[in-house]
Structure formats: structure tokens, C-alpha cells
Nanobody, 116 residues
Framework: QVQLVESGGGLVQAGGSLRLSCVAS????????SGWSRQAPGKQRELVAR???????YYSDSVKGRFTISRDNVKKTVDLQMNSPKPEDTAVYYC??????????WGQGTQVIVSS
């Protein structure tokens, strides 16, 4: 089992910056890709950014150029640097880590509110 704990959410002004962090514990040696998804009220959860065990990154079009995902395999953390956030980035952000395509662990979520 793997446990994921997020931190860093809160209220931020549009155009500012915010950094989300997620730390993994437990049986992390089997983990491969990790990343962040988000869910806004009334909407489906969507992938924001993903990073492979080798550091290959993927970003959704909505955050590309503004958000940066990074990973520290020694510290077992995956961070999301949010620059120039927009009100539409307001959502609960969830950290995830994949062991296989069928086994994904999720954090409890951290709320991000972007004020205009």
C-alpha cells in the first residue's frame, strides 16, 4: 500500500503563484508515473500534469506553460508549481501515483482557490 499526502493548497490571486507538494510513503518502490489531477465543482476530474519515473512530463493544454511538475525520487515527493493561475484553475487538486495502469493511488486532495 501507498499513502499520499498533499499540502500547499489555499487561496491565491490570479497571476500569483502557488506550489503544491505531495509526499508518498509505504511500498513506494513499485511506483512508476505520478502526477496531479483536479476536480472543479460540477465537473469531472481531469488530468493536470504527469511525470514518469524517468522524468518525462505531460501537461494538459489548459496549464501548459504555466504549471511545472517535478519529482524527487529520493524524497518521494512530486510537486506542482502553479504560476499565473487563473480563476478557472480553482479546484480540488489530487496527487496520484501509479504502480501499474490498473493500480493508482490517490491523495485526499487539497483545495486551490484562485481569486480574480
Amino acid at each position: 500500500q501507498v499513502q499520499l499526502v498533499e499540502s500547499g493548497g489555499g487561496l491565491v490571486q490570479a497571476g500569483g503563484s502557488l506550489r503544491l507538494s505531495c509526499v508518498a510513503s509505504g511500498s513506494t518502490f513499485r511506483l512508476n508515473a505520478s502526477g496531479w489531477s483536479r476536480q472543479a465543482p460540477g465537473k469531472q476530474r481531469e488530468l493536470v500534469a504527469r511525470i514518469s519515473s524517468s522524468g518525462i512530463t505531460y501537461y494538459s493544454d489548459s496549464v501548459k506553460g504555466r504549471f511545472t511538475i517535478s519529482r524527487d525520487n529520493v524524497k518521494k515527493t512530486v510537486d506542482l508549481q502553479m504560476n499565473s493561475p487563473k480563476p478557472e484553475d480553482t479546484a480540488v487538486y489530487y496527487c496520484f501515483a501509479q504502480e501499474t495502469p490498473d493500480i493508482t493511488y490517490w491523495g485526499q486532495g487539497t483545495q486551490v482557490i484562485v481569486s480574480s
